[in-house]
């Protein structure tokens, strides 16, 4: 069974940092492109980074480039969302997606598998 598991959410105060990490079971993700999205109350699921299957390409909502980190370790079937700078907008639940095909993709129909979300909560 494929799963992808979030951890590392949790409440942060404003300018604070966070790291999410994504675990990947029942298969090796190492030749698919991987990607975070996230969802705050009442709105549509956006999307926040992507990286290539070789961790050489990567891309960024414009609402956090400068700010996060997207990165992965195809050895231990991990990747990962380094969240510096964290404002209060921040605030949502935040998922892993492993996507079709190993390039990177910022649409929300290029991933086919998806976690269960962490929450991630930054307070002003």
């Known amino acids: 069974q494929v799963q992808l598991v979030e951890s590392g959410g949790g409440l942060v105060q404003a300018g604070g940092s966070l790291r999410l990490s994504c675990a990947a079971s029942?298969?090796?993700?190492?030749?698919?492109?991987m990607g975070w999205f996230r969802q705050a109350p009442g709105k549509e699921r956006e999307f926040v980074a992507t990286?290539?299957?070789?961790?050489?390409?990567?891309y960024y909502a414009h609402s956090v480039k400068g700010r996060f980190t997207i990165s992965r370790d195809n050895a231990k079937n991990m990747m990962y969302l380094q969240m510096n700078s964290l404002k209060p907008e921040d605030t949502a639940i935040y998922y892993c997606a492993a996507a079709q095909g190993n390039q990177a993709v910022t649409r929300r129909s290029g991933y086919e598998y998806w976690g269960q979300g962490t929450q991630v909560t930054v307070s002003s």
């Open positions: 990286i290539s299957w070789s961790g050489h390409t990567t």
């Open positions: 029942g298969r090796t993700f190492s030749s698919n492109a």
